[in-house]
Every structure is written in structure tokens, then in C-alpha cells.
């Protein structure tokens, strides 16, 4: 059975995932960890961080080829599910 919002990808896609947290802990690194188990061949070029104007967040946006919905949903699960990530779109 397909899901509808399945239909809106064609996979295997470019998929940018971005994750915001304090700066004061060592986030790139957690998100790059995380990312790893789900996606192995991760390259380095697929990371960008960008701190927020006063420097006290961090943004880091990491672009996957994913091959699944479900990969995608294991990711943001396993994300959020960590106290550093205030948020992950």
C-alpha cells in the first residue's frame, strides 16, 4: 500500500534535514553521529552549520540521499528524540 505523502518523493531523493540547538554543546557532531547509522555513505560536504545571530544557537543542516519514507522518519525520530535538538524540520 502507498502512502500519499510517498507519492511526493521519488526516491532515492536529496533530502535537506535541518537541526537547531544550543551552541554549547557539541551538536554537529551528534546530528553527523545520528545521521551515520541511517545513512553511512554521508559525505563530508553534506554538513553545514550556521551559529544564530547572538551565538547562542546552532543550525545544522544536513542533505542525505534518502532511499526511503521510512529512513527520513527514522532519522527525525531518533533526532528529536535526543535533549540537545530543540527542533528538526
Same mark, same amino acid.
Given at each position: ?25 557539541? %551538536? ?38 534518502? #532511499? ?8 527525525? %525520530?531518533?533526532? #528529536? ?9
Amino acid at each position: 500500500m502507498t502512502n500519499e505523502s510517498d507519492e511526493l518523493f521519488n526516491f532515492p531523493c536529496q533530502f535537506p534535514i535541518k537541526i537547531m540547538g544550543r551552541s554549547d554543546c557539541e %551538536l554537529e557532531t551528534l546530528v553527523v553521529e545520528v545521521v551515520n547509522r541511517h545513512v553511512p555513505d554521508l559525505s563530508e560536504n553534506a554538513v553545514k552549520t550556521r551559529p544564530s545571530g547572538k551565538g547562542n544557537f546552532i543550525s545544522v543542516t544536513v542533505t542525505i540521499t534518502a #532511499t526511503s519514507r521510512e529512513q527520513i522518519d527514522n532519522i527525525y %525520530l531518533e533526532l #528529536t528524540a535526543r535533549e540537545e535538538v530543540l527542533m528538526a524540520l
